[in-house]
């Protein structure tokens, strides 16, 4: 009779397992893919260049080895990036729980109970025990593709939040090279600003010189003192601003202000524009235009999931539990039970119609950023080179301008010391080369960060190769531990 029933019970669990591999094979509600691009760029940039490509470390072009440290020192510790990667390992759990809907639940259940009581009219004590082990075991069968179309989802938001990570990263590299080339300038100014004040002591004296021997008036003194004085004035600013962009480059680093040094360098020779590619390169080589495009693949599935959650659902348990007065006898009594039930709305006020329309305008929103993504991309990467390429033309006029004002100021003293004009000309022509000089080195700064970001917004595949930073916090250290024990 036992055997009957066994051969009927797997009889039944074949016939399950055979409708379960059909029915799961089916999404009815499979997102369609999109045959067009969704944001078709144009072919080509404004500017060619004929360089190779490279996608790799572009920093490591400026030849600075403290350069290059401190950017992979940012890229293992900054709070951003930190951020990010904790943030892809909560992606990573969440992708994994929804994953796990595929699979089937088993749970272990145990009883024990042990009762004691007195007969009054005997006056004797009784004892008993009983044991009790069961198991549980429960699976929907993924009738309308809902639970694939949920780790579906969930899966794509992890590889979005990567793509955050990698995001984050390109952002910090820029931010370094730019707060390192900033520094430079800084230093670089305070050099121009420390050889002008030695220049205008030596005109002070000279003048001096000249007023004693009646030769010049007490205004040309005064006005060479204030010129003096104005220059002298731009030493404070130039190293306040130097210090806070070494506290803003200490931030990236992920350290306290002032742990940071930085050693005096010269600036990198601008060289040729790097290997641009096409338009269409940076929806592969830009980490946002990836996340957003994710993300949008992430919100169909969403809508695939929401369309299948308003069918039926199909559920299958099953139950076996065995017990025994005594532990010994534990496996002589035993059930074992099997259900299917099947559930479905009739009316839910229109809850589950509502949360389709949702997600059918998240696909919406979603497609919106995604098509602003790429042109962003693509605006980003011509500003970039429409900035550099009439930026070199500025710097070269203004170099013209600085030229000529030396000229100028170097015939205005002439004609002074010959008496052939009062000091006007002198301090004019004087003021005019020193605040040129001066802003030459922003001039020049500009053009080498107009740089730095056409190698940001161009994007690459360095940030494939990032890894996860060592973890600091006491929780993450006794998880390591744990871990390693275990293993």
Same mark, same amino acid.
């Given at each position: 009779?036992?055997?009957?029933?066994?051969?009927?019970?797997?009889?039944?669990?074949?016939?399950?397992?055979?409708?379960?591999?059909?029915?799961?094979?089916?999404?009815?509600?499979?997102?369609?893919?999109?045959?067009?691009?969704?944001?078709?760029?144009?072919?080509?940039?404004?500017?060619?260049?004929?360089?190779?490509?490279?996608?790799?470390?572009?920093?490591?072009?400026?030849?600075?080895?403290?350069?290059?440290?401190?950017?992979?020192?940012?890229?293992?510790?900054?709070?951003?990036?930190?951020?990010?990667?904790?943030?892809?390992?909560?992606?990573?759990?969440?992708?994994?729980?929804?994953?796990?809907?595929?699979?089937?639940?088993?749970?272990?259940?145990?009883?024990?109970?042990?009762?004691?009581?007195?007969?009054?009219?005997?006056?004797?004590?009784?004892?008993?025990?009983?044991?009790?082990?069961?198991?549980?075991?429960?699976?929907?069968?993924?009738?309308?593709?809902?639970?694939?179309?949920?780790?579906?989802?969930?899966?794509?938001?992890?590889?979005?939040?990567?793509?955050?990570?990698?995001?984050?990263?390109?952002?910090?590299?820029?931010?370094?090279?730019?707060?390192?080339?900033?520094?430079?300038?800084?230093?670089?100014?305070?050099?121009?600003?420390?050889?002008?004040?030695?220049?205008?002591?030596?005109?002070?004296?000279?003048?001096?010189?000249?007023?004693?021997?009646?030769?010049?008036?007490?205004?040309?003194?005064?006005?060479?003192?204030?010129?003096?004085?104005?220059?002298?004035?731009?030493?404070?600013?130039?190293?306040?601003?130097?210090?806070?962009?070494? %506290?803003?480059?200490?931030?990236?680093?992920?350290?306290?202000?002032?742990?940071?040094?930085?050693?005096?360098?010269?600036?990198?020779?601008?060289?040729?524009?790097?290997?641009?590619?096409?338009?269409?390169? +940076?929806?592969? %080589?830009?980490?946002?235009?990836?996340?957003?495009?994710?993300?949008?693949?992430?919100?169909?599935?969403?809508?695939?999931?929401?369309?299948?959650?308003?069918?039926?659902?199909?559920? +299958?348990?099953?139950?076996?539990?065995?017990?025994?007065?005594?532990?010994?006898?534990?496996?002589?009594?035993?059930?074992?039970?099997?259900?299917?039930?099947?559930?479905?709305?009739?009316?839910?006020?229109?809850?589950?119609?509502?949360?389709?329309?949702?997600?059918?305008?998240?696909?919406?929103?979603? +497609?919106?950023?995604?098509?602003?993504?790429?042109?962003?991309?693509?605006?980003?990467?011509?500003?970039?080179?429409?900035?550099?390429?009439?930026?070199?033309?500025?710097?070269?006029?203004?170099?013209?301008?600085?030229?000529?004002?030396?000229?100028?100021?170097?015939?205005?003293?002439?004609?002074?010391?010959?008496?052939?004009?009062?000091?006007?000309?002198?301090?004019?022509?004087?003021?005019?080369?020193?605040?040129?000089?001066?802003?030459?080195?922003?001039?020049?700064?500009?053009?080498?960060?107009?740089?730095?970001?056409?190698?940001?917004?161009?994007?690459?595949?360095?940030?494939?190769?990032?890894?996860?930073?060592?973890?600091?916090?006491?929780?993450?250290?006794?998880?390591?531990?744990?871990?390693?024990?275990?293993?």
């Amino acid at each position: 009779m036992n055997c009957i029933k066994l051969g009927k019970i797997r009889h039944a669990t074949v016939v399950a397992c055979t409708v379960f591999l059909f029915l799961t094979g089916c999404s009815p509600f499979k997102p369609t893919p999109r045959q067009e691009p969704v944001a078709p760029l144009p072919a080509a940039y404004s500017l060619y260049s004929e360089q190779e490509t490279d996608t790799g470390k572009w920093w490591e072009s400026f030849g600075n080895a403290e350069l290059n440290r401190m950017v992979e020192e940012a890229l293992a510790a900054n709070f951003d990036i930190r951020v990010a990667w904790a943030n892809l390992r909560q992606a990573g759990a969440e992708a994994t729980q929804a994953n796990a809907d595929k699979y089937p639940t088993l749970e272990m259940t145990g009883d024990y109970s042990h009762a004691r009581e007195y007969v009054s009219s005997t006056k004797r004590e009784s004892t008993g025990e009983s044991h009790s082990i069961g198991l549980g075991a429960g699976y929907e069968i993924d009738l309308w593709g809902r639970i694939r179309a949920n780790a579906m989802s969930g899966e794509l938001d992890y590889m979005a939040s990567r793509e955050d990570l990698k995001t984050s990263a390109m952002t910090v590299a820029g931010e370094v090279v730019t707060k390192w080339i900033e520094i430079q300038v800084q230093r670089r100014k305070k050099r121009i600003v420390a050889e002008q004040i030695k220049a205008n002591e030596t005109y002070l004296e000279l003048i001096e010189l000249r007023f004693r021997n009646s030769i010049s008036t007490a205004l040309d003194v005064y006005q060479q003192r204030e010129n003096l004085a104005g220059v002298m004035a731009q030493l404070p600013q130039v190293e306040s601003e130097e210090q806070l962009l070494l %506290n803003e480059l200490a931030f990236l680093l992920g350290k306290p202000v002032g742990s940071v040094t930085v050693t005096d360098a010269e600036l990198p020779e601008l060289a040729e524009l790097p290997h641009l590619g096409l338009p269409a390169d +940076l929806l592969a %080589n830009r980490p946002d235009v990836q996340s957003a495009g994710l993300a949008l693949s992430s919100a169909d599935w969403a809508v695939s999931a929401a369309r299948a959650n308003r069918l039926p659902s199909l559920n +299958l348990t099953g139950t076996g539990t065995y017990s025994g007065g005594q532990i010994t006898t534990i496996f002589d009594n035993w059930a074992l039970k099997l259900a299917a039930a099947v559930v479905g709305p009739i009316f839910d006020g229109g809850y589950r119609k509502a949360a389709v329309e949702k997600a059918r305008g998240e696909v919406d929103e979603k +497609l919106a950023t995604y098509e602003s993504t790429v042109y962003t991309a693509f605006k980003e990467v011509e500003d970039a080179l429409t900035q550099e390429k009439w930026q070199k033309k500025y710097v070269e006029a203004k170099q013209r301008q600085l030229d000529a004002s030396r000229v100028s100021l170097h015939e205005a003293l002439s004609r002074y010391s010959q008496g052939l004009d009062t000091y006007l000309p002198v301090l004019s022509a004087l003021l005019s080369a020193q605040e040129l000089e001066v802003s030459m080195a922003e001039y020049q700064m500009n053009l080498l960060l107009y740089r730095v970001e056409l190698h940001r917004v161009l994007g690459g595949t360095w940030m494939n190769d990032l890894e996860r930073p060592k973890a600091r916090s006491a929780t993450a250290k006794s998880e390591n531990v744990s871990n390693e024990g275990q293993s």
